[in-house]
């Protein structure tokens, strides 16, 4: 019996996909890590790093681990697309009957892709990695993710689990859904969740990053928080409506406060101060809705150009290489 699940096992291919953005410090680790775990497990394995536009040596160091290990594919992408982007190139190019998605900082401990591999046996499609600890950040940052997860829920129609990153495993189905969808916004958990099918949390204490620094700063974390919530919700547009609505009411009101002040009390009319607040009030709220509106045209004129999500300078799979090198115009 034992040997059976064995055998089936040994004829499933499983697909780990690695965005690289500048990791030269840690790769090292990071591939020497992971081929530990996975020699420990009796799946057949391919590795897709993808090179999201590195520009220290990582795309050298990825090289060299492919010169050595037959399962490495190397995706190089033309130039720098973000790590959502550069996880799209990896699911469109993945082989396997499931794909695990990995961060090459080692926050994302390799450990877990056996209960992962384990969830998925047992019939669920997307197995995520949730937190339950996040070592080596400030306190700012976990507030603000929390306060994050907490209001996309509550506007998006569809659930995202909170405190759970990209670490997560994908069946064939899942990926088949996933790479269907084609926005240039890509706002990744609320895709994986958008799909459904049957998901499984399994549970971490996530560790800091192992070296090097992450590539997230608040700018970049506002610009992400906002990306899920215009991806997933209309809900701030409705706000914009809502907002005028209470402005209009107020001052409807403060107008019959004024007539019953001056007819009933005689009070003189407050003048200019009275008059600014009212009018920067306005404004303000008049432009805070036209930014609203901006975002979701801005998104849709993104979306209307219909460029592809990402331009491929190489790809070296780690079978017919020397057939796809030919395709890329990069004769080497
Ligand atoms: N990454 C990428 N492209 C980018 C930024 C990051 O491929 O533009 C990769 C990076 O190499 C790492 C993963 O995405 O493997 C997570 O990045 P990071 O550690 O900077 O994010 P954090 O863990 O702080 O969310
Ligand atoms: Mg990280």
New binding site residues.
């Given amino acids: 019996m034992n040997d059976n699940n064995t055998d089936k096992n040994k004829t499933k291919l499983i697909s780990i996909i690695?965005?690289?953005?500048?990791?030269e410090v840690v790769l090292n680790e990071f591939y020497y890590t992971l081929c530990e775990t996975l020699d420990l497990l009796p799946h057949r394995f391919e590795i897709i790093f993808?090179d999201?536009g590195s520009h220290d040596n990582s795309l050298q160091i990825i090289n060299e681990f492919q010169k050595l290990d037959p399962r490495i594919s190397i995706i190089e992408l033309s130039r720098?697309f973000?790590?959502e982007i550069?996880l799209t190139a990896g699911l469109d190019h993945c082989r396997g009957d499931a794909a695990i998605i990995i961060?090459?900082?080692l926050?994302d401990p390799p450990e877990l892709i056996a209960d992962m591999l384990r969830e998925w046996q047992n019939g669920y499609d997307v197995v995520y990695a949730q937190r339950m600890s996040r070592e080596g950040e400030t306190w700012l940052k976990k507030f603000s993710s929390h306060l994050f997860y907490r209001t996309i829920q509550r506007v998006a129609k569809i659930k995202i689990p909170e405190d759970t990153?990209d670490y997560r495993l994908l069946s064939r189905t899942a990926i088949d859904a996933v790479i269907q969808l084609r926005e240039q916004h890509r706002f990744m958990k609320g895709l994986f969740s958008w799909v459904g099918f049957r998901q499984k949390a399994i549970y971490f204490h996530r560790k800091p990053?192992h070296a090097g620094t992450?590539?997230?700063n608040y700018w970049r974390l506002w610009n992400f928080a906002l990306e899920g919530i215009t991806s997933f919700s209309t809900a701030p547009l409705r706000l914009a409506s809502y907002l005028g609505l209470l402005t209009a009411l107020s001052a409807f009101l403060f107008g019959l406060y004024i007539i019953y002040d001056t007819l009933i009390w005689g009070n003189p009319i407050p003048g200019y101060p009275s008059l600014m607040v009212v009018v920067l009030f306005l404004g303000g709220i008049q432009l805070i809705s036209i930014g609203i509106l901006g975002e979701y045209l801005g998104r849709l004129f993104d979306e209307t150009k219909q460029r592809p999500l990402y331009l491929i300078k190489n790809y070296r799979s780690a079978e017919n290489d020397a057939e796809k090198q030919s395709n890329t115009g990069n004769p080497k």
């Fill in positions: 690695a965005p690289v953005f500048n990791e993808i999201d720098n973000g790590k550069a961060d090459t900082d926050q990153g990053r992450s590539k997230w």
